[in-house]
């Protein structure tokens, strides 16, 4: 695939249907592109009661509610082009349909569904989302929802504590009930354009010697069960908008958040790294040890322009990152938030 046939956009907005926090109460720094969820819902909901003249409007019933997954809604505009991709659904498909309502989605719009990768806290939830999806483009009369996977599926995964037990996720979906929800799968394990205006990537290629995957993962295929700490089938999307560079969604991070950011770097080798979002994976005993070099990494190599960990990333993870990128440069992904990144257009710009 050839990135430079990816267009640039003049606008890339990314909205959180699902995240392990809430917190819209927070002050956003200067700089940071990020819409906290009372301001979103106080432009859009009809004011109730009026006081000496303000309008009052009801919102803390309108909150998402989080769970442990993640769920981006990601919407990019180049010139009169509108497309939406939904990256993964959480586990929940009642908490995404509740969020998804709650934040006010047109089901309609979202015309591709990717899937990161194959974890129940991403994958869960897509028949109930598929399902309801397809039914809002079908009234709508538009085309059935393309449905992304990696084609290497596992039946179940889990991790294997020190302690000798295993902590399963349920198993995943099947690609029958999939398409029984109104799914048309395709599958793809290589860098490839997503709905014209993103691009999912292949293969996350390891290139640190710290970030060596997911400590103790197991998959199961059938009865065969066999350590799997790599995680070889994760991918990550991303987009570029103009002046500002290139934003990466990366789910968990068991490829390292380092690693897919440079996986971006390759495929976009001109563009700086703008918005870093999703679970950085550096939560637990076995993870938190990589803390400092991915900081350290993300500080001199990356230089992205904010950090957004949010889903797995863990409260160490982040004080950390929040000590090297604040003020101006952290903007912690919660559910419900939204990152409005327009174009800009700096002196010499690309």
Not at 52 to 74: K, M
Not at 164 to 171: C, D, E, K
Not at 306 to 323: D, E, N, Q, Y
């Amino acid at each position: 695939m050839d990135s430079a046939d990816i267009p640039i956009l003049d606008e890339l907005v990314l909205t959180v249907v699902v995240d392990n926090e809430t917190d819209t109460l927070s002050s956003v720094d200067v700089g940071v592109a990020q819409v906290p969820e009372v301001a979103s819902l106080l432009g859009r909901i009809v004011p109730s009661r009026e006081y000496q003249g303000h309008a009052g409007i009801c919102v803390f019933d309108q909150l998402c509610v989080a769970c442990h997954g993640l769920s981006v809604l990601v919407t990019g505009r180049s010139g009169t082009e509108t497309r939406t991709v939904l990256f993964d659904v959480g586990p929940y498909g009642d908490v995404w349909l509740d969020n998804a309502d709650r934040l006010g989605i047109d089901l309609s719009a979202i015309e591709v569904l990717f899937l990161s990768h194959w974890h129940w806290d991403h994958s869960g939830g897509l028949a109930v989302a598929i399902e309801a999806i397809s039914a809002a483009r079908a009234t709508a009369g538009l085309a059935a929802l393309v449905v992304d996977l990696h084609p290497d599926r596992p039946d179940q995964r889990g991790v294997l504590l020190p302690s000798g037990t295993m902590a399963l996720l349920p198993p995943e979906p099947t690609l029958a009930e999939i398409e029984a929800a109104g799914g048309l799968i395709v599958t793809s394990a290589a860098p490839h354009p997503i709905g014209g205006l993103f691009v999912g990537s292949g293969l996350i290629d390891r290139v640190t010697t710290y970030e060596t995957g997911l400590v103790g993962h197991h998959s199961f295929r059938g009865d065969n069960c066999e350590p799997d700490p790599l995680i070889l089938d994760e991918r990550f999307l991303a987009a570029r908008v103009r002046g500002r560079g290139v934003s990466v969604l990366s789910a968990c991070s068991h490829a390292g958040v380092v690693n897919a950011c440079l996986g971006a770097m390759t495929l976009f080798p001109d563009d700086p790294i703008d918005v870093v979002l999703g679970g950085y994976h550096l939560a637990g005993a076995g993870m938190e040890q990589r803390i400092g070099d991915t900081v350290r990494d993300l500080t001199e190599l990356v230089r992205p322009r904010i950090v957004a960990p949010g889903h797995c990333t863990g409260w160490r993870a982040k004080a950390a990152l929040s000590a090297a990128f604040a003020p101006g440069r952290y903007g912690p992904s919660f559910v419900g938030t939204r990152y409005l990144l327009t174009a800009e257009d700096p002196p010499g710009g690309y």
